[in-house]
């Protein structure tokens, strides 16, 4: 054996490792207010901090070690202060934003605290069902995506269907499948208020949410249904069916896909958003691509297997996207050229 590369290897296990753990710091810093607090970027010691945000001076303190050591805060030995970079601030205190990078804190122990379960599925089959995840990973996915769908979705992503904004713009009709606690059809119904739109979602939980979230902002243009698409009726057709961050977690994406194609207009599209990620593991050999695997295992496949899914996984990749949609009966697969870090976009035709 090369004792370099087991030195290389352990220390590279110790990285994971770290990584792990300032995820678990920073879920404290975001759900105790520790980085809203040091967004001014002042240079504060634990002590003020602590007396800032209420907390227990000696977990501030030793919160504020742990995240200076893992780098997202900067500390000064002389002062004994610690300080948030206004960089770092854009990442970590910026909820509502794109650039918001929380809902990642949320999801990595709402997921890991499922690892038991996870163990048992690997042994006797089957999944840990929807319903059997907090509340902390319904925030994190709306953290993850929420921001992108109220900063870019109906102005910069659309950009690329001229003329299914035009017919929402006049009136229209858009259904988002999978619509989560309803941030893109709240979007939606904001940029195109002629037109009318609905959100479907089998998650009682986020429908519930949606509903309080549309009610609050008054959108009567605006509707949530508790259900699969098979609930909506096929007449009158829609111009346009979003399914963000949805398709790799159904059950029977197939008929699912066929399904929505049936409730298409003749000009209609599907605007398909999917993690970005590539097609063999070697394109996913990069943080993103473990991120997703990760999620892929404690969320996504497992949730697809214990509903007697196929388990595609966060990773699906482009070409099984598009193979699965064209299966469906989409006659034409577009590939969007939308730039994002995180995400890759489809519109399936005819
Ligand atoms: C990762 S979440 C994405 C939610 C939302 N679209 C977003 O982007 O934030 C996947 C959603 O798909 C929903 N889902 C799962 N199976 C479904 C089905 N058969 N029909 C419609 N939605 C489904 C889940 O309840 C969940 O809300």
Known sequence: MDKDRIKDFAERVYRDMAGAMAIGM??????????????DGAAVSAAALAERTGLVPRYVEEWCAGMAAAGWLEHDEATGSFRLPA????????????????????????LLALAPRLVQAFREGGGIPPE?????????????????????LASYWLAQ??????????SGRALDVGCGVGEAAMALARAF????????????RAIGRARAAATGAGLANLAFLEGTIEAVPCEPPFDLV???????????????????????????VLFVMEPRAGDRIADNANPLGVTYYG????????????????????CAGPARITELLRRAGFAEVEPLTIKSFTNMFFAARG
């Not at 810093?29 to 809203?36: M, N």
């Open 87 to 110: 960089e770092h601030a854009f990442l970590l205190a910026s909820e509502g934003t794109d650039h918001f990078m929380g809902g990642l804190f949320l999801a990595g122990p709402s």
């Open 295 to 314: 999620f892929s295992l404690f969320h996504c496949t497992t949730q697809s297997l214990a509903r007697g899914g196929p388990g595609l996984g966060t």
């Open 242 to 268: 979003l399914l963000l961050d949805c398709l790799h977690d159904l059950a029977a994406p197939e008929a699912t896909l066929a399904a929505i194609r049936a409730r298409l207009a003749p000009e209609g």
């Open 193 to 204: 208020p002629r037109a009318a739109i609905l959100g479907v979602d089998p998650d009682g």
């Open 161 to 170: 269907l001229p003329e299914v904004r035009a017919r929402l713009e006049a």
């Open 26 to 39: 920073a879920y404290l810093g975001e759900k105790t207010g520790l980085f809203r607090a040091l967004a």
């Open 132 to 152: 059997a995840f907090d509340a902390d990973w319904l925030l994190a996915v709306d953290l993850m995506n929420g921001g992108a769908y109220r900063e870019r």
